[in-house]
């Protein structure tokens, strides 16, 4: 891929929605974090931890890039990729674990170490999509890991209004996962002789997640609505 080519530019923004996508849940440990410092200290509580968190994102991402490299592991990824865009749709999230710190430096600590547990499927999206580019990982995160901190808040308001959103995000991490299951190198040749079985695979990957995460979701709503219906007693 040619640098700032138009293929760059799509992958690029591919690169930017599938992060904006994985990482609204990081963006809320952010701030439950730093929720405990004085006003005036979590701003650069916010900078410096969003600064760590970027930095060591860049360098697992770059890892990733790299070991995508070694045969089968692009195709486990593809598989590892599957079950994360179903859990965009699926998972509900519970951050109550995170501690909030009341001094600058160990928010700081908390959200970077936070960030980094949490970024692992942010990291393999990124990796996947990136057609292992490494120029375009470094940008792709630079632009959207402080989209994420700054504008979290409205990003989540818009996932709540907007639920399809959450669906076309899934979609398109199905794709990734299943282009890079398609471009293992172990079963390149068989995929480029059968097009029609490549693009019929990404059909399924793509149709499967969207179901599978339709159907959880109605199930944990239906779930919802029958605790309110009938509350526990003690």
């Known amino acids: ?5 138009a ?3 799509l992958s690029l923004i591919n690169i930017v929605f599938i992060d904006l996508i994985l990482a609204g849940d990081n963006a809320i440990v952010i701030g439950m974090a730093a929720r405990k410092l004085p006003r005036t200290v979590q701003k650069k509580a916010i900078i410096y931890g969003t600064g760590g968190a970027v930095i060591l994102r860049i360098a697992a991402t770059l890892i990733v890039v790299w070991l995508l490299g070694i045969p089968w592991l692009l195709a486990a990824g ?3 990729l599957i079950f994360i865009a ?3 749709l699926a998972d509900e999230g519970d951050h109550d674990s995170i501690e909030a710190k ?3 430096w160990p928010a700081v600590r908390t959200i970077v170490i936070a960030d980094a547990a949490m970024g692992l499927d942010n990291v393999i999206a990124v990796a996947g999509a990136s057609q292992r580019h490494m120029v375009l990982v470094a940008i792709g995160l630079l ?4 989209i994420v901190v700054w504008g979290s808040t409205l990003f989540i308001k ?12 899934a979609a398109v991490l ?8 398609t471009e293992e190198p172990h079963f390149l040749a068989f995929f480029e002789d059968n097009p029609g079985l490549r693009y019929g695979l990404i059909a399924v990957v793509i149709c499967g997640v969207l179901l599978a995460g339709f159907l959880k979701k109605r199930r944990q709503q239906k779930e919802k609505d029958n605790a309110s219906t009938h509350p526990a007693t003690r």
């Open 1 to 5: 891929m040619e640098l700032f080519s």
């Open 7 to 9: 293929a760059f530019f």
């Open 78 to 80: 593809g598989l590892m």
């Open 86 to 88: 179903y859990k965009v």
């Open 102 to 104: 009341d001094k600058l």
């Open 143 to 146: 632009i959207s890991v402080p």
């Open 158 to 169: 818009l996932l709540e209004k907007f639920p399809w959103i959450a669906y076309l995000g």
């Open 174 to 181: 199905a794709y990734t996962a299943a282009k890079m299951i």
